[in-house]
């Protein structure tokens, strides 16, 4: 939004373009209104979403691996130039690429050049296998000799557009192990790598018996869940209270003739908004929320219809001034340098006098608030001290640093409204769950529905056609409904396996209820140093880091990493905060 705001109002830029590839027809709709582009003027989305060269197929295993190894010693796997193996967990990655390095050895690995020396693009043959984690953007093994070499020259720009075949980025066939279909839009992203060429392609999808896949999936859903304190601390940072009315009421005091028999309940005038920066990595950690979550209920507050806050792009909200010629060099600084001025007149009336020394720390946007000027005005004026007043450096350090979200948000909101803006946001994030996991239940119907039961042999190759014809279906009718209530019998449905699923879910919660009390105690004592909330518990039995509670550090302790992925996350939430609170 900023961007485009920029683009808009400074630039004056009229015309926009919006592409994309996985869009669906609410979702084009959406963004097109907020680029202002008019309906005439549109293109229907989910016209073409997986090409006719590309073949589905997907099937059920008792054990993925032996039907990983199956099919790609068979046709029409084992005859393909190049291969995609996909995996939804980095671990599995590894343990895939050397499950099949075990039983293919003569298969050549890129970087595999003799005396340990990697191989260059153009030395390197045609590479059967390569491995890919689904994410946001494609991780491949990099413990294989040569690799980073090989993807540097691979993301270069000497390719442009065209990536080398034998790098399987433009393969002829891609194998699915073992899932990621999230929702549709995540499968037709990835399994669209395959066939770009325009020849015969074939997608393969491994799914797990009796829906064991599914708990894997529903652990990212249940990453982005909120807690309303933390959603209150963000916005009691953000719309940090000013005294604007009170200073428009003594304007208006003073500017009148007669005195006034009793303060004004509502002063007249608004606050305009107020220059707020907090930093990026701290506001993180405090509230337990990722910058890109953080960032996103910014702009849901921005996209109101009578928005309180702006969104500013980034900034660096931390001034250092650096003098090594001590206080003296300092206050003479401050004789040409307002901001520098202010910041230390403000330092002595506070009792905090940093005369004395040749280095001074603030936060340059909070003062800039202060003085009534704009950030950039400032940094710009504290940009100067470097430079004496006859040409030449003057000696001084001037470093920004503090990476920070920048927003101009009103500070005369009230207690009641900030707590409606908190409501509105934790029921957008709910909803916006809610949607994750029906399009989940979906694309597990919708996989299973045209699964085989196994893949010792390959189907014949008229019913193969057929079970792909009519999953690319379901995927078009999928890319073509245009939002909520559109098909209302479904969301009924919809809205009835959920209640089953959640019922189920209490059910079985109950059958492990004292095993997860216990295991809730023990971690506890375990870490009696750290303040957990029911929700930080919840993401460690199934499994989720967080900014304030690293994968990387936790993920170690294997008595509660991933523990209770199988059980409810709300109601292992719920749980751990009756234990937390010690009432149980």
């Known amino acids: 939004l900023g961007f485009l705001q920029v683009l808009r109002d400074q630039l004056g830029v009229r015309c926009f373009l919006a592409l994309t590839a996985t869009a669906t027809a609410a979702t084009a709709r959406d963004v097109c209104q907020h680029l202002g582009i008019p309906e005439d003027s549109r293109i229907t989305a989910g016209s073409g979403v997986i090409p006719e060269n590309l073949q589905l197929s997907v099937s059920v295993e008792r054990d993925r691996d032996e039907a990983l190894l199956s099919l790609l010693r068979r046709d029409p796997f084992a005859s393909m130039d190049s291969l995609l193996v996909f995996c939804t967990r980095r671990e599995d990655t590894e343990r895939v690429a050397a499950l099949i390095q075990s039983h293919f050895p003569g298969n050549p690995i890129p970087g595999n050049?003799?005396?340990?020396?990697?191989?260059?693009?153009?030395?390197?043959?045609?590479?059967?296998?390569?491995?890919?984690?689904?994410?946001?953007?494609?991780?491949?093994?990099?413990?294989?000799?040569?690799?980073?070499?090989?993807?540097?020259?691979?993301?270069?720009?000497?390719?442009?557009?065209?990536?080398?075949?034998n790098y399987g980025i433009d393969s002829q066939n891609k194998g699915f192990d073992p899932q990621n279909y999230g929702n549709m839009e995540a499968f037709v992203q990835h399994c669209g790598r395959a066939g770009r060429d325009g020849r015969a392609a074939r997608c393969h999808l491994l799914l797990e018996q009796e829906g064991r896949d599914l708990p894997e999936l529903r652990r990212h859903i249940f990453g982005n869940t909120l807690e309303?304190?933390?959603?209150?601390?963000?916005?009691?940072?953000?719309?940090?209270?000013?005294?604007?009315?009170?200073?428009?009421?003594?304007?208006?005091?003073?500017?009148?003739q007669k005195p006034l028999e009793k303060p004004l309940e509502k002063p007249p005038g608004r606050c305009r908004g107020h220059e707020r920066a907090l930093n990026m990595e701290e506001t993180s950690e405090r509230l337990d929320m990722s910058q890109e979550g953080i960032e996103t209920l910014l702009c849901s507050l921005e996209l109101?219809?009578?928005?309180?806050?702006?969104?500013?792009?980034?900034?660096?909200?931390?001034?250092?001034?650096?003098?090594p010629g001590g206080a003296r060099q300092l206050r003479q600084g401050a004789q040409r340098c307002p901001p520098l001025a202010a910041f230390l007149a403000r330092e002595r009336q506070a009792g905090r006098d940093v005369g004395n020394s040749g280095s001074v720390e603030f936060d340059v946007v909070e003062l800039s608030d202060s003085m009534g000027w704009e950030s950039g005005l400032v940094k710009r004026e504290l940009r100067r001290l470097q430079w004496g007043e006859r040409g030449g450096r003057s000696g001084i350090a001037v470093e920004f640093q503090g990476l920070s979200f920048h927003v101009v948000a009103r500070g005369d909101l009230a207690g009641p409204e900030l707590d409606s803006l908190g409501q509105a946001l934790l029921r957008g994030s709910r909803a916006r769950q809610r949607e994750a996991l029906r399009q989940l239940r979906a694309c597990a119907r919708a996989f299973r529905s045209v699964a085989f039961q196994g893949c010792e042999a390959e189907p014949p190759?008229?019913?193969?056609?057929?079970?792909?014809?009519?999953?690319?279906?379901?995927?078009?009718?999928?890319?073509?409904?245009?939002?909520?209530?559109?098909?209302?019998?479904?969301?009924?449905?919809?809205?009835?396996?959920?209640?089953?699923?959640?019922?189920?879910?209490?059910?079985?919660?109950?059958?492990?209820?004292?095993?997860?009390r216990s295991d809730i105690r023990h971690l506890l004592a375990a870490h009696p140093e750290e303040k957990f909330s029911g929700r930080a518990i919840a993401r460690i039995f199934h499994g989720i880091g967080s900014p304030r509670f690293p994968a990387e550090i936790y993920g170690r302790d294997r008595r509660f990493w991933r523990k209770h992925l199988q059980l409810d996350f709300h109601g292992l939430s719920r749980l751990a905060t009756q234990e937390i609170l010690g009432n149980p």
């Open 113 to 165: 050049a003799k005396g340990g020396r990697a191989l260059s693009p153009s030395q390197i043959p045609e590479i059967p296998i390569i491995f890919g984690v689904i994410s946001t953007i494609l991780g491949i093994n990099s413990r294989i000799p040569g690799f980073n070499e090989i993807m540097r020259e691979l993301t270069s720009q000497n390719y442009g557009n065209h990536f080398p075949k």
């Open 228 to 256: 309303f304190w933390a959603l209150k601390k963000l916005l009691l940072e953000v719309f940090a209270p000013c005294r604007c009315r009170e200073t428009l009421g003594k304007i208006r005091d003073g500017n009148s």
């Open 304 to 323: 109101l219809p009578r928005p309180p806050l702006r969104l500013l792009l980034p900034t660096l909200s931390r001034c250092r001034i650096r003098c």
């Open 461 to 516: 190759e008229r019913e193969l056609e057929s079970r792909s014809a009519r999953l690319k279906d379901i995927i078009r009718e999928h890319f073509q409904r245009d939002g909520p209530g559109a098909q209302r019998e479904q969301e009924e449905e919809e809205e009835r396996m959920e209640r089953e699923e959640e019922e189920l879910g209490r059910e079985r919660l109950r059958d492990w209820e004292s095993c997860v």
